[in-house]
Structures are given as structure tokens and as C-alpha cells.
């Protein structure tokens, strides 16, 4: 097998995922769009690491242009910044207004506890 023999099938799969991973982050924009529960948990991601936590999110809702009424690139709420990452609200953590744009590294989901 020659050298562009194997390029083309590498060429191929690095479009593949690239178009996966597309879609998983289109997902996961409008999953989190317009959501509204009772203890919602997301967590703001710097390469792997949790940088923020927010707790207790009842309401994620997408930011409309104020003349226009569109959808702009972000998504704002309110939760409790869990300032240690210990997944409680302690002593002193309040709830706090927040935003996040499409381009942040998050994850949102339901607490499990």
C-alpha cells in the first residue's frame, strides 16, 4: 500500500468525527436551549477540569435580541455557585445570575440526588 493509499481512509475518518462532534455540541445547545426543572447542575469545563459549578439551576433560557426578538449564541439562568466544587451548598454560597454562549465548554444534567 503507498503513502496516499493511506492518507485517503485517515482523510476520511478525521471528517467522520469532526462532523460528530459537531453535531454532539449542536445537540447539547438545544438540549440545554430552554429547560426548566428543579435541580439542574452545570458545570463550566477548562480543558478537563470543573473551573465553575452551578447548583440548583431551575430555569436555563436562550437570550432573545432585544428589537429582533432572535435567538442569540447565549444561554442565561440563575444557581448556586458552588464555590468549592463539592457538589452542596454550604454555609454562605448563594444563587447567582449567570450566562454561558454556545461556545463554552459545559455540561448540563439533572442532579441525581
Known amino acids: 500500500m503507498n503513502r496516499s493509499t493511506c ?5 476520511l475518518i478525521t471528517i467522520l468525527l469532526s462532523a460528530c462532534t459537531q453535531e454532539q455540541q449542536n445537540q447539547i445547545s438545544r438540549d440545554i436551549q430552554n429547560w426548566t426543572g428543579t435541580n439542574g447542575v452545570l458545570e463550566v469545563y ?7 459549578r452551578f447548583l440548583k439551576v431551575d430555569k436555563i433560557s436562550t437570550a432573545l435580541g432585544t428589537g429582533d426578538k432572535t435567538p442569540r449564541a447565549y444561554r442565561y439562568g440563575y444557581g448556586v455557585l458552588d464555590e468549592n466544587l463539592n457538589m452542596q451548598v454550604d454555609p454562605g454560597e448563594k444563587k447567582v445570575y449567570f450566562e454561558i454562549s454556545d461556545y463554552t465548554n459545559a455540561v448540563f444534567f439533572e442532579n441525581p440526588r
Do not use: F, I, T
Open 7 to 11: 492518507l485517503l481512509p485517515l482523510a
Open 46 to 52: 477548562a480543558g478537563d477540569k470543573v473551573v465553575r
